[in-house]
């Protein structure tokens, strides 16, 4: 239910917000507001640890790689939405103030996970300490998480790049941060674009 | 939509639209996808991206978080043809999330022209023509585009499967690569175990046990849980125990002391493999404890079997 809603409703609020904004604000919420509410879900998400309830209704126990595939939609969803409002900050310069912070905020966020996860445990869901035994399937869980952030936001960045250049023609149709003045692509400045992303 | 834009720029140029065109995407005008453009730029990317990941994964596994071990668990191709096609949903989802015509939540008409200046700025020059009354003509590089010609143009269904092989190609690189760097790393740990056991001259039960063990520790491969179903002294099973259960995890139970019963009467009398050496009184019976000076997955593995090795020898 949290997946179709984040599907059918970003769309209509953040991309739209994104979209209507002039530079600072789409800075506003690329760099700020979209990172708070994804790791607002993933948090949510990496909590779900321990049991689960699987489609016969028997408590089985989480397998954090095979589990959190629906996660993995949201993420990659999320991730990509990310990569393609990057490249349409409306301004090169903009953007590329905004992958450095992007590389920058990831370092952090992906350094931090296991202090940030055990803060949330302990002051919001209000959880005793874990034992050994869930710290061992936590661990699991973080493993699981990082390797799925590791391919999406890789694949992202060939992702938008390529539909940035196979949409070249659809421009009129998506927003991908073609110009406006429908000057042909300039390949130079992706090419450029996409090694910042990739090095960071 | 194309009966409305044309009854409004009524003076507005009609061009026919080129269908998508394969081969061009290999012409020079499309570069990220030559051929060559793949070998020799995006081959050393990808490599520069996965040593990140790798340094990353490195400093990960010092705090005890095994990037690789889950990755070791990727042992079915369901795997990636599920990875791919969720990179491949949530790409078509995305670009449609980015389209211009229906996402009009900011704007009540139709008519992109009469919306937000920032949310539909590729329409601009295209407005201020029409209002100005002049000729409107957009020339791309290999086809036009206006506004009556939006919902016409064709094609998007190769555009998705040369998309679906790019992804497809692209996790299959990534988790091969990291799969290898996995097998490899569990190669050497166990190559260095067996060198060890043979200069120790061991029996084959002995070999055999630890073989067993180090089966059970490097238990990649098997991701299901509680299969075996073994249980500890305490008949009660633990999470862990649960998803290993089998002979290493409940040896190594039934060897645990306590911390309490342990007192310590010198410390730092050598130094071995694994960290310092102290010496100790357990019940009564004079002990040297070793204390692990950093916990490593590797180390762990390495030190748990020295230990079901040597309660084995010491019998």
Same mark, same amino acid.
């Given at each position: 239910m949290l997946n179709m809603t984040v599907f059918l409703g970003y769309p209509f609020t953040v991309i739209n917000l994104f979209r209507s904004q002039e530079i600072p604000g789409r800075m506003f919420v690329v760099l700020v507001l979209h990172p708070l509410l994804m790791e607002y879900l993933m948090h949510g998400y990496r909590s779900r640890t321990g049991e689960t309830t699987n489609f016969l209704g028997d408590r089985v126990k989480v397998e954090p790689v095979r589990d959190l595939g629906g996660v993995f939609v949201v993420e990659s969803y999320l991730v990509l939405v990310r990569r393609i409002m990057l490249c349409n900050l409306g301004s090169f310069q903009a953007t590329t103030i905004a992958i450095i912070i992007t590389g920058i905020e990831e370092t952090l966020i992906r350094s931090t996970i296991e202090q940030r996860d055990i803060m949330y445990h302990k002051h919001y869901l209000e959880r005793p300490p874990s034992t050994p035994e869930e710290m061992a399937t936590l661990k699991e869980v973080w493993a699981a998480a990082i390797l799925h952030s590791m391919i999406a936001e890789t694949s992202a960045i060939f992702i938008s790049t390529l539909l940035f250049v196979l949409y070249a023609d659809h421009r009129m149709i998506f927003d991908l941060g073609y110009k406006d003045d429908f000057s042909p692509v300039d390949n130079s400045v992706m090419f450029l674009q996409m090694l910042l992303e990739v090095s960071e | 939509m194309s009966e409305?834009?044309?009854?409004?720029?009524?003076?507005?140029?009609?061009?026919?639209?080129?269908?998508?065109?394969?081969?061009?995407?290999?012409?020079?005008?499309?570069?990220?996808?030559?051929?060559?453009?793949?070998?020799?730029?995006?081959?050393?990317? *990808?490599?520069?991206?996965?040593?990140?990941?790798?340094?990353?994964?490195?400093?990960?596994?010092?705090?005890?978080?095994?990037?690789?071990?889950?990755?070791?668990?990727?042992?079915?191709?369901?795997?990636?043809?599920?990875?791919?096609?969720?990179?491949?949903?949530?790409?078509?989802?995305? *670009?449609?999330?980015?389209?211009?015509?229906?996402?009009?939540?900011?704007?009540?008409?139709?008519?992109?022209?009469?919306?937000?200046?920032?949310?539909?700025? *590729?329409?601009?020059?295209?407005?201020?023509?029409?209002?100005?009354?002049?000729?409107?003509?957009?020339?791309?590089?290999?086809?036009?585009?206006?506004?009556?010609?939006?919902?016409?143009?064709?094609?998007?269904?190769?555009?998705?499967?040369?998309?679906?092989?790019?992804?497809?190609?692209?996790?299959?690189?990534?988790?091969?690569? *990291?799969?290898?760097?996995?097998?490899?790393?569990?190669?050497?740990?166990?190559?260095?175990?067996?060198?060890?056991?043979?200069?120790?001259?061991?029996?084959?039960?002995?070999?055999?046990?630890?073989?067993?063990?180090?089966?059970?520790?490097?238990?990649?491969?098997?991701?299901?849980?509680?299969?075996?179903?073994?249980?500890?002294?305490?008949?009660?099973?633990?999470?862990?125990?649960?998803?290993?259960?089998?002979?290493?995890?409940?040896?190594?139970?039934?060897?645990?002391?306590?911390?309490?019963?342990?007192?310590?009467?010198?410390?730092?009398?050598?130094r071995g493999a694994f960290g310092d050496v102290h010496k100790a009184t357990w019940n009564g019976v004079e002990v040297a404890i070793k204390q692990l000076a950093n916990v490593y997955i590797e180390t762990m593995r390495s030190f748990r079997a020295e230990i079901l090795l040597m309660s084995q020898v010491s019998e």
């Open positions: - | 409305r834009a044309a009854s409004e720029g009524g003076n507005k140029k009609q061009k026919n639209i080129q269908p998508f065109n394969l081969a061009s995407v290999f012409s020079p005008n499309y570069p990220l996808l030559n051929p060559l453009f793949f070998s020799f730029f995006l081959g050393p990317q *990808l490599f520069s991206e996965l040593c990140v990941d790798s340094i990353c994964t490195y400093v990960e596994m010092k705090n005890d978080i095994d990037v690789l071990g889950a990755i070791g668990k990727v042992d079915h191709p369901i795997f990636l043809i599920s990875w791919a096609s969720t990179l491949l949903f949530s790409s078509a989802f995305a *670009l449609n999330a980015f389209k211009t015509v229906p996402n009009f939540v900011f704007c009540s008409s139709h008519n992109p022209c009469d919306c937000n200046p920032n949310a539909f700025r *590729l329409y601009q020059p295209m407005c201020e023509a029409i209002e100005s009354g002049s000729n409107f003509t957009q020339v791309s590089d290999s086809s036009s585009t206006n506004l009556g010609e939006l919902v016409v143009v064709g094609g998007n269904m190769t555009t998705v499967i040369i998309g679906a092989l790019v992804v497809f190609v692209m996790v299959a690189i990534i988790c091969t690569s *990291l799969t290898w760097i996995q097998r490899r790393k569990e190669k050497k740990v166990f190559g260095e175990m067996q060198m060890a056991l043979q200069a120790k001259e061991l029996t084959p039960e002995q070999v055999k046990l630890v073989a067993n063990v180090m089966s059970d520790l490097d238990d990649s491969k098997r991701r299901t849980f509680g299969k075996s179903g073994e249980i500890n002294p305490k008949g009660k099973k633990t999470g862990i125990e649960e998803r290993r259960g089998s002979v290493g995890t409940v040896a190594i139970a039934r060897l645990r002391i306590k911390y309490e019963d342990i007192k310590m009467v010198k410390a730092n009398i050598g």
